[in-house]
């Protein structure tokens, strides 16, 4: 602090050789100050007498972190946060999903059948066959058609129900 | 003889299809053909949305000039046999899939906007996974045997939840 003080002393004395300028009033007399160090105890009325016990100013002690700092700065109108009105709640199973795409959750369920069935399907198909007919899906527990070109694909599990029918009868009671 | 014009004009935006490592044209001309024969084969597909309207237009040329003029037409069959790389494929492109669209109306294929997958390749130690966003559709045939894909029907007013219960508690206080 004191090399701070003899450096802004020294570039005051410099300006004002530099620029002819008059002395200055005697509260910013720093030559004198420091040429007469008695003078710093006596009270002044200025309140660049501050500079006599060097620059203080309020300093942060503590680092914000970056979560802190980052919700700081979303909260300023220049960041023009919004909320997002892009969401729908699924009617089938609730969760969120945006307006112009399906239900992930829903969908997943689905892909998972169509993994079984697509598998299902090839090896009814064969390999290098020529495809001839369509194919019939039934799942344990239904009838097959009879009589018909149609190639079936047995699956040995019931069909899946991915939601409650009835929300109002209770499921799995004895 | 003018080739008539698809039953549905898709626009189809100017942007890449994403394919890497491949040379210009013939490249893009092999990539569809695997596409195209990965969507009669398994008559559901997943695939991003550029390739996918790339892939439907030719998809529904194809379904549409068989259904037409079926397999004893000469360009058909010629058009059918160069897109479609495994010759099982032809087959099943003339006799299961056109006659099942034969009475179709409003295109052959159908496109849904799939929801962005669960990120749990970015936490660090999860699974590796997808890194798409915002791109991901599944294209289909439509009237196959596979489960079927739709959005949640909305049901009725006096079905939703809170009305279903609103009404079971009037009916029990009066």
Not at chain 1, 76 to 103: W, Y
Request: hydrophobic share 40%; net charge positive.
């Amino acid at each position: 602090m004191n090399a701070l003080r003899k450096s802004l002393l020294s570039l005051l004395e410099s300006s004002r050789n530099t620029f002819q300028l008059p002395l200055p009033i005697p509260a910013l007399n720093f030559a004198a100050l420091a040429a007469n160090p008695d003078s710093r105890s006596q009270p002044s009325a200025s309140f660049l007498d501050d500079l006599k016990e060097g620059l203080l100013r309020a300093v942060q002690t503590n680092r914000r972190s970056v979560q802190r700092r980052q919700w700081r700065r979303i909260g300023m109108p220049q960041f023009n946060s919004k909320p997002r009105r892009d969401l729908k709640v699924c009617i089938a199973c609730g969760n969120l999903h945006e307006a112009h795409t399906l239900c992930g959750h829903c969908y997943a369920s689905v892909r998972a059948e169509t993994e079984v069935v697509k598998e299902a399907m090839s090896k009814t198909y064969g390999h290098l066959k020529p495809i001839e007919h369509e194919v019939v899906v039934v799942y344990e527990g239904e009838a097959k058609p009879k009589d018909r070109p149609e190639k079936i694909i047995e699956i040995p599990k019931k069909r899946p129900d991915f939601f409650a029918k009835n929300l109002l009868e209770k499921e799995n009671v004895a | 003889m003018a080739i008539p014009p698809l039953k549905i004009a898709h626009r189809i935006r100017p942007k890449s299809m994403k394919l890497r490592c491949i040379q210009e044209a013939p490249g893009r001309v092999e990539k569809l053909r695997v596409m195209l024969g990965g969507l009669i084969r398994h008559e559901r597909i997943e695939l991003n949305s550029h390739r996918a309207a790339e892939t439907r237009d030719y998809a529904e040329r194809l379904i549409q000039d068989a259904v037409l003029y079926g397999p004893h037409h000469k360009r058909s069959m010629e058009m059918a046999s160069f897109w479609l790389k495994e010759k099982e494929l032809v087959h099943k492109l003339f006799k299961v899939i056109a006659p099942r669209l034969e009475n179709e109306t409003r295109g052959f294929t159908k496109i849904w906007v799939l929801a962005d997958p669960e990120k749990t390749s970015y936490e660090p130690g999860g699974l590796p996974g997808v890194h798409y966003k915002n791109d991901w559709v599944a294209l289909e045939i439509k009237n196959n045997p596979l489960p079927p894909i739709r959005p949640n029907p909305t049901p009725h007013r006096s079905l939703y939840i809170p009305n279903l219960l609103l009404a079971a508690a009037a009916a029990s206080i009066a």
